[in-house]
């Protein structure tokens, strides 16, 4: 694994020191890379995989997180998710989840970001390690803003109460149903 010879994990969970979940390839195989604040590892499975797994975790599916990140901000494109609010784990995907290339990144440890003279994106993490991202700067600040406002309006929920006649809860529960098989289609009718 990049001239790493460490025994990759075969599972991980997300938890409060993950500050970014990365692929890695390996030949035919895609790894993981997981940074934490205080180590970083490889883990068998694709980042895809450590996010579905990590939420099934945290009590919820991938599908169910999107959703209502859908629900919230109305984001459907390469949302950002709340993996777990109490835990304050909120992470955006670099690209489109559904490509390999896809990275996960934890919003709470982004210090800064800048563009490379190559174009793509320099992350400085805020116990100052740095990572090189092969994402245009303008998408990566994109992901970061929508992220922002997704940990906004969800605090907002937290903090405040419902809001009120527009709560997705106070729908009757047919209309719960209707709302997330809609999202369930369109996100069916994109990938394939």
Same mark, same amino acid.
């Given at each position: 694994?990049?001239?790493?010879?460490?025994?990759?994990?075969?599972?991980?969970?997300?938890?409060?020191?993950?500050?970014?979940?990365?692929?890695?390839?390996?030949?035919?195989? @895609?790894? #993981?890379?997981?940074?934490?604040?205080?180590?970083? &590892? =490889?883990?068998?499975?694709?980042?895809?995989?450590?996010?579905?797994?990590?939420?099934? &975790?945290?009590?919820?599916?991938?599908?169910?997180?999107?959703?209502?990140?859908?629900?919230?901000?109305?984001? #459907?494109?390469?949302?950002?998710?709340?993996?777990?609010?109490?835990?304050?784990?909120?992470?955006?995907?670099?690209?489109?989840?559904?490509?390999?290339?896809?990275?996960?990144? #934890?919003?709470? =440890?982004?210090?800064? &970001?800048?563009?490379?003279?190559?174009?793509?994106?320099?992350?400085?993490?805020?116990?100052?390690?740095?990572?090189?991202?092969? @994402?245009? =700067?303008?998408? &990566?600040?994109?992901? @970061?803003?929508?992220?922002?406002?997704?940990?906004?309006?969800?605090?907002?929920?937290?903090?405040?109460?419902?809001?009120?006649?527009?709560?997705?809860?106070?729908?009757?529960?047919?209309?719960?149903?209707?709302?997330? =098989?809609?999202?369930?289609?369109?996100?069916?009718?994109?990938?394939?």
């Amino acid at each position: 694994m990049s001239g790493i010879s460490e025994t990759p994990l075969d599972s991980y969970v997300i938890n409060q020191t993950t500050m970014a979940v990365l692929p890695v390839e390996e030949g035919k195989r @895609v790894y #993981s890379k997981v940074i934490e604040r205080e180590t970083s &590892f =490889y883990v068998e499975l694709k980042p895809l995989q450590i996010i579905e797994r990590s939420c099934r &975790f945290f009590g919820s599916s991938y599908a169910g997180r999107k959703a209502g990140t859908y629900e919230v901000t109305g984001i #459907s494109h390469k949302p950002p998710i709340v993996i777990d609010s109490s835990n304050h784990l909120y992470f955006f995907p670099t690209y489109s989840s559904n490509r390999p290339q896809c990275g996960w990144i #934890s919003h709470k =440890y982004i210090h800064t &970001f800048q563009e490379s003279s190559l174009g793509d994106t320099v992350v400085t993490f805020t116990n100052e390690q740095t990572v090189k991202l092969d @994402v245009s =700067y303008k998408s &990566f600040e994109s992901q @970061v803003h929508r992220t922002a406002y997704l940990r906004t309006k969800f605090q907002d929920r937290l903090d405040g109460g419902l809001p009120k006649k527009q709560e997705f809860m106070l729908y009757p529960k047919e209309q719960q149903l209707n709302l997330v =098989y809609d999202f369930i289609l369109r996100e069916l009718r994109n990938r394939y």
